[in-house]
């Protein structure tokens, strides 16, 4: 499977920007999909997870209420709306598949290039 992100950009504290990830190559609708993101010099972090139906989401704590995933499994795409960015948000975004639903970046399988968000005045 590969994945491709876009969507990213710069953006003042408390705008919006929507990511996608769009998937091709391989079974997309049959994979847990989910949401990382890693600042300079700090480990990739879990930020929203959906399942293969989208029936079951998670979110990190520090984006609940500002953040939705979502997908659309006709279009092989998974999507991250973010509201009220803030600077903290600050990262590269990445996109990966796997077959469990999981917040454990070891647990995914398939990775994206990922896409910078940069929250500043």
Known sequence: VQLVESGGG????????????????????????????????????FVAAISWRGGNTYYRDSVKGRFTISRDNGKNTVYLQTNRLKPEDTAVY???A???????????TYWGQGTQVTVSS
């Open 10 to 45: 710069l953006v003042q504290p408390g705008g919006s920007l929507r990511l996608s990830c769009a998937a091709s190559g391989g079974s997309f609708s049959t994979y847990n999909m989910g949401w990382f993101r890693q600042s300079s010099g700090e480990e990739r972090e």
């Open 94 to 96: 990445y996109c990966a």
């Open 98 to 108: 796997g077959s469990i639903f999981t917040t454990d970046v070891y647990q995914y």
